[in-house]
């Protein structure tokens, strides 16, 4: 084996051009595949850690009443926040968010939004709620940018907003726009205002009540709360892991084309390879290799184009997939139309796994289609070979 | 000369055979490759152009400013008057008046009054003109959960969880409640034929799609449209010429200050359409380079084995005293033959595999399993022009390379010891 | 003695006033015949109805044109509102988020119709000053919420000094912001009574030319059937 090894490394180094124009391509597929797949990865970690930082944590409770698709639900789904939370709200592992009607008056047009209550001092979402503390003669409110563009508000605007308290009594206030933050996770921003807790408690008239309580720790054990439906996070993501399902099957397909490409390149060669060293078979044979020796050596030499083109692809690929995770990649899917988290630039993630699974599915293709060829030389007459008769 | 070479070719067939075959399979892939990436990536576009954007809309100025709430009070009024308009201007084109509004399905009891009610997204398109092809383009039957689509007018389709939901089937009658443009309650009774599922949550949660007539009976907009998307006869939206379109629609009314003019927006002027398109073309650019390149090698790669197989066969046509510089012309015509004979079956095979697919589809739901149907379970390419050139790029050209780059060796090759080789 | 007398007869009870107001513009029952006209941003339309009404708890409407409204039929009994559209045969019970939607695409919104409790009964008032609207002397009542359920947290009415009827009110907001304001206009005796015929609603945090409202004519104390306030009237 060690020599056939040898043997194949010396073919093939000596075949020049023409193995390293296989070799090129077949790292191509190697280099394309890797990084495809990691965008994919870095797609998918980039939408749910945007959910966890923005919306979801590692998880929920929802009002058992509350649908995010039914806003007049919104009126009745809320309750005061059980007392088995209370702790952990305090120690800043959960956050309670009150979610009510409202409408928004920029430039004398009304807009229907929801208004969110969120403790300003919560930790658990990156949402700046620090800022729902300034110091205003007006409420100060955070918005998303999706918002920001469809109301055409600025940090700064003031703007009227209205809505009715529990007992359907009108209020409205104007609220100072103290920060605008940009999260990729449009539930979280169209048509959503941001208010402290408690002011919005206040307003409504609706102290220490809830419409959703998102937690910090997944891990621990999630009891059920009578009233409350838990969700998981792997619930909330569902939408983001079906996407990039479709994403990934589109995908594979590209790839399978890819390493089609590169197979028809390595089985051409190999065909050609036994086709021109006919006498070189027939020595063997006559040296006392058997016909099986002889064709494992034929197919040791077609799979080490693999193991080259994985260390060109080491070469110029890695620099490149390494630039690449540290600068991202500009997606062009725009999926905000379906509520979904997907940020315009992504950043790929490379696993062990993907890696190994890639060099392991290249190597093996390459192996088969250099092995399908070489069977002919079990046929071969050895003297007529030997003697470089065309067979 | 070129005859001579043709039937040399012709008759023999491992110098023939071999190459044309792999030069054939590689144009396919390469074009196969393009159509498939066109149409994947082209996919959420396409997408978002047949349910929202259309390639073109025509709203009217006030409309546009706040489309995304569709605010039907400032909805088009002269529908076919600016349809016959966009006719003339766009004979090429197709419009579909389209009028988005919410409303509320309320479904009644044995005594007419209400047994269960939900809040819906309604979708007013011609489903019954037996021109329009709103129903291919919504995918309405493909669609279909159970019933049938609308055959007269007054009969709706609604989205199946919502059937549920609101315990409806077809057949049943159901009453939509809305508002007409100008603001006041109406109640228009409906039969539904038929439920839908989308495959999109928001969507499949709660809306019904009426016939355009019937939504403009209930809305009381004759002869209205929220919008008149406008579809490229090609069915796949090409920004540039979409974007051109608009602005020579729009300078017809560039000195009109009314606010009801009508103006129109490409999809990529709409929404958060503008970068996905721009990112798409990039994206599809950037593989189908990758594509060309990888293929460039690997039929460079074919040229030189072609040279290599003929090695025995120019060292006799040398020995026999053919001039170097003829047998290396021969071969790069021989070459040319071979890449254009490979690249035209490539580029058949390969339109006719993307043609297939475009057609019926890559069936993926196998790979979704236990993904609630919300993406297209379905892949499919897209066949565009260059998709009849573009394989001839590496097909005709690379293997042109490869063969002249092989033939060099010819040159090296010593007569003296050519003799020497052929007895070996 | 007299001294007393002219205090309160200038600064009169501001529940008196309002209950003085009550006996101008409520009746026993009445049948009226109205048009409005809603000032859209496009166009203006005219809807013309014709209403039955006993107290302030019963009230039957029909609307009489343009044709697509003609025979739609509204009826409200207590806290309840339903509405008859004859082209699809069908009566709806209008509640809960329905009731914030407008009446026929007016500025006023269907609950704001529902409201049937007296001020007096859930406001408390009190005399603010005196203004001048459009020429008449005005008594300005601030009217604050007495109890929870309201949607309107205070308001503050304009009346008319010598006629007793009112000339503005304007809706506040829990804040204090103004909401909507109501003017009154054309103001008419009728059967020895002072009655505003014209009235224009606006949504203050809108946009727009709010909505006319016109009595074209109006009879008080008439024989109405009981039968005019079921909901198989509205059927028929």
């Known amino acids: 084996m060690k020599l056939a090894i040898k043997l194949a490394y010396r073919n093939l180094i000596g075949a020049g051009l023409r193995t390293w124009l296989n070799v090129l391509v077949l790292s191509f597929s190697f280099v394309i595949i890797i990084w495809l797949n990691g965008v994919m990865k870095g797609w998918d970690y980039q939408a749910k850690n945007d959910m966890t930082h923005y919306e979801i944590g590692a998880g929920q409770y929802w009002h058992q009443d509350y649908d995010p698709f039914d806003p007049f639900t919104l009126a009745e789904s809320h309750a005061p926040v059980p007392a088995a939370f209370k702790k952990e709200i305090d120690n800043g592992n959960m956050i309670a968010i009150l979610k009510v009607q409202g409408s928004i008056f920029p430039q004398g047009r009304m807009l229907p939004v929801v208004l969110r209550g969120i403790d300003p001092k919560q930790g658990i979402l990156k949402i700046p709620t620090h800022q729902l503390d300034t110091v205003t003669d007006a409420i100060p409110a955070i918005i998303g940018g999706m918002m920001a563009q469809s109301a055409k508000l600025k940090k700064g605007d003031r703007v009227i907003i209205r809505w009715r308290d529990d007992n359907g009594t009108f209020d409205a206030t104007e609220i100072l726009i103290s920060e605008i933050f940009s999260s990729n996770v449009p539930s979280a921003e169209a048509n959503q205002v941001y208010l402290s807790m408690k002011t919005l408690q206040d307003m409504m008239l609706l102290p220490e009540h809830a419409t959703i309580l998102t937690f910090a720790d997944a891990h621990e054990p999630r009891p059920d709360i009578s009233g409350w439906v838990h969700k998981p996070r792997h619930v909330l993501t569902k939408q983001v892991d079906d996407m990039i399902k479709t994403k990934t099957a589109g995908q594979s397909i590209m790839y399978g084309i890819l390493l089609l490409l590169a197979m028809l390149a390595i089985f051409d060669t190999q065909v050609l390879s036994i086709f021109r060293r006919q006498k070189e078979i027939g020595t063997y044979v006559a040296l006392g290799y058997t016909r099986k020796e002889v064709v494992m050596l034929f197919t040791v030499e077609g799979s080490m184009h693999a193991v080259l083109a994985a260390m060109a692809a080491t070469i110029y690929g890695l620099p490149f997939l390494l630039w690449q995770a540290k600068v991202g990649w500009t997606m062009p899917i725009d999926t905000s139309q379906f509520g979904m988290a997907i940020a315009q630039t992504l950043y790929p993630v490379y696993t062990v796994g993907l890696v190994l699974t890639t060099v392991l599915l290249v190597t093996l293709t390459t192996a088969v289609v250099s092995y399908l060829p070489s069977r002919k030389i079990a046929k071969m007459n050895p003297t007529e070979a030997l003697r470089g008769k065309l067979q | ?424 | ?236």
Do not use: C
């Open chain 3, 1 to 236: 003695m007299a001294f007393i007398n002219t205090t309160t007869f200038s600064q009169p009870n501001a529940n008196a006033l309002l209950e003085k107001v009550d006996e101008n513009m409520a009746s026993e029952n009445r049948i009226s015949e109205s048009t409005m006209i809603i000032h859209g941003r496009r166009d203006s339309r005219t809807i013309t109805a014709r209403t039955w009404s006993v107290g302030t708890e019963k009230s039957f409407t029909e609307y009489l044109s343009p044709a697509r409204e003609q025979g739609t039929k509204m009826l409200k009994l207590e806290d309840q509102l339903w509405i008859y559209s004859p082209s699809t045969d069908r009566t709806i019970q209008i509640s809960g988020h329905m009731l914030r939607q407008s009446v026929m695409g007016s500025d006023l919104s269907y609950e704001d119709m529902m409201d049937t409790r007296k001020l007096t009964d859930v406001y408390d008032a009190r005399l603010e000053g005196e203004e001048t609207i459009g020429g008449r002397p005005t008594w300005v009542v601030h009217l604050q919420a007495r109890v929870d359920d309201i949607a309107y947290h205070s308001r503050k009415i304009w009346i008319d000094t010598e006629r007793y009827v009112p000339l503005k009110e304007e809706l506040f907001a829990k804040s204090g912001q103004l909401l909507k304001q109501t003017t009154f206009s054309e103001v008419k005796q009728i059967d020895g009574r002072w009655f505003p015929t014209a009235m224009r609603f606006k949504d203050m945090l809108k946009q727009g030319d709010g909505t006319e409202f016109i009595i074209t004519s109006i009879q008080f104390n008439q024989d109405i059937p009981e039968h005019m306030f079921t909901k198989a009237v509205l059927r028929r």
């Open chain 2, 1 to 424: 000369m070129i005859k001579f070479l043709l039937k040399g070719l012709l008759r023999d067939k491992s110098r023939s055979r071999m190459p044309v075959i792999v030069v054939a399979i590689g144009v396919t892939l390469t074009v196969f490759m393009h159509a498939y990436i066109t149409g994947f990536m082209g996919d959420t576009m396409e997408m978002n152009a047949r349910f929202s954007y259309g390639h073109v809309t025509v709203m009217t100025r006030a409309y546009a400013e706040e489309a995304e709430m569709n605010p039907n009070d400032l909805a088009i009024l002269n529908t076919q008057e600016l349809l016959d308009e966009l006719n003339t201007q766009f004979p090429d084109m197709e419009w579909a008046p389209r009028i988005v509004f919410g409303g509320l399905v309320d479904v009644p009891d044995q005594t007419g009054e209400t047994r269960t009610q939900g809040p819906a997204m309604a979708m007013g398109v011609d489903m019954l003109s037996p021109t329009s092809r709103e129903i291919e383009r919504l995918g309405l039957e493909k669609s279909l959960r159970s019933g049938t689509l609308p055959s007269s007018s007054g009969e709706i389709l609604i989205s199946d969880e919502f059937a549920l939901k609101l315990g409806v089937e077809p057949g049943d009658q159901a009453t939509l409640i809305g508002s007409t443009m100008a603001g006041a309650m109406s109640m228009e009774n409906f039969i539904i034929a038929g439920t839908i599922s989308f495959g999109i949550e928001l969507m499949d949660r709660g809306s019904i799609i009426v016939d355009l007539d019937d939504a403009r009976m209930a809305l009381d907009m004759y002869d209205g449209a929220g919008m008149i998307l406008g579809f490229t006869p090609g069915g796949y939206y090409n920004n540039d010429e979409s974007i051109a379109r608009a602005a020579s629609f729009n300078e017809t009314y560039a000195d009109s200050d009314d606010e009801f003019a009508p103006v129109m927006k490409a999809l990529g002027q709409q929404g958060m359409m503008g970068p996905y398109v721009e990112l798409t073309e990039v994206w599809s650019v950037l593989i189908s380079l990758i594509f060309i390149l990888a293929m460039s090698l690997v039929l460079w790669n074919s040229g030189l084995l072609g040279g290599l197989r003929r090695y025995g066969e120019i060292g006799v046509r040398l020995a026999m005293g053919e001039e170097k510089r003829h047998v290396y012309g021969s071969m790069i015509i021989e070459s040319v033959f071979i890449g254009l004979t490979g690249s035209v079956i490539g580029t058949v095979v390969g339109l006719s595999f993307a043609w297939i697919i475009q057609v019926y589809g890559i069936d993926i739901s196998g790979m979704m399993e236990g993904a609630s149907i919300m993406m297209p379970s379905e892949i499919r390419t897209r066949i565009t022009p260059p998709d009849y050139y573009l394989g001839f790029i590496p097909g005709v050209f690379s293997t042109v390379l490869g063969t002249a780059l092989a033939g060099i060796s010819i040159y090296k090759r010593q007569t003296a010891k050519l003799f020497k080789e052929l007895e070996a």
